[in-house]
């Protein structure tokens, strides 16, 4: 099904805005993490923390998964179909795996949160569990920058489906 004019333009700007939002959204994580592996002043790192489980739950995990429905709505309901083109399935992988990824570091926020609620951290404490986040926000952001330049540069090259697809149409009716 092709969706009209306005509805892929509203589609569009749905899925632009929650990738974008998602990266934006990393990064900002990415700060807070750099910030409670770094700092030497306890409040900091307790706040970094804390501040660092309420945007994962509440920001990215949303924009996320924003950006995978949205993602999904615009390669069915457009021309470039989900997987005709393998930039279109390269994004979808790459979309899929940051967001279970992110699914998977949750329990190691949230425990990180909850230490830092309930006592002091030094800079020596967990230290090991503190570059996870650092590490993997870094990594993250690194691959959520693929999409955006697949997406802007389209690059050449059908799938097998895509071309059986494309040739279908131009060989007529069979007798």
């Given at each position: ?8 333009k509203?589609?569009?700007?749905a ?34 923390y ?51 990824v ?16 309930e ?5 020596a ?8 986040p ?14 955006v ?27």
């Amino acid at each position: 099904m092709i969706m009209t004019p306005g509805l892929r333009k509203f589609a569009l700007t749905a899925h632009v805005t929650s990738s974008v939002g998602t990266l934006g959204a990393v990064a900002g994580f990415l700060a807070l993490a750099v910030a409670g592996l770094n700092s030497e002043d306890s409040q900091m790192v307790r706040a970094a923390y804390l501040a660092m489980e309420l945007t994962a739950w509440f920001v990215i995990v949303p924009l996320a998964l924003a950006s995978l429905l949205t993602g999904l709505v615009q390669s069915l309901g457009t021309p470039w179909g989900l997987l005709r083109h393998y930039w279109v399935v390269t994004k979808l992988l790459l979309t899929v795996l940051v967001t279970i990824v992110l699914l998977l570091q949750m329990e190691l926020i949230g425990y990180l949160a909850d230490v830092s609620a309930e006592t002091m951290l030094s800079s020596a404490d967990l230290r090991v569990l503190r570059m996870s986040p650092v590490i993997h926000a870094a990594g993250g952001l690194l691959v959520l920058l693929v999409p955006v330049v697949l997406s802007l540069y389209k690059p050449r090259g059908l799938t097998p489906y895509g071309w059986r697809k494309q040739h279908e149409g131009s060989m007529g009716p069979h007798p």
